[in-house]
Nanobody, 117 residues
């Protein structure tokens, strides 16, 4: 089981900012697609942002222009900068690693993001 180590998150007022970070093992990093998912109570887990091993980034519509995902290949880490946060962004955020070549994926432990109105 690949171990993804998440950090960041917390409580912030609406309009504020938070950042998340996720470090994956170096092995397989260069062929990994990394993503951030979130799950609010009563909702299904949804993809928030994803970055491929080639550097292509995509975002779900609700966070476009507010969230920025980045990838540091030297530190085998991805980050999610979240600005202009809204109460509806409140959820547990999970880091995800996919290795398409091996049909394998792993999840981080999840970190709580709470945005108060």
């Amino acid at each position: 089981q690949v171990q993804l180590v998440e950090s960041g998150g917390g409580l912030v007022e609406a309009g504020g900012s938070l950042s998340l970070s996720c470090q994956a093992p170096r092995s397989m990093w260069s062929i990994s697609t990394m993503g951030w998912y979130r799950q609010a109570p009563g909702n299904q887990r949804e993809l928030v942002a994803q970055i491929t091993h080639g550097g292509s980034i995509s975002y779900t519509d609700s966070v476009k222009g507010r969230f920025t995902m980045s990838r540091d290949d030297d530190k085998n880490t991805v980050s999610l900068q979240m600005n202009s946060l809204k109460p509806e962004d409140t959820a547990v955020y999970y880091c995800n690693q996919q290795i398409p070549l091996l049909h394998r994926q792993s999840w981080g432990q999840g970190t709580q993001v709470t945005v108060s109105s």
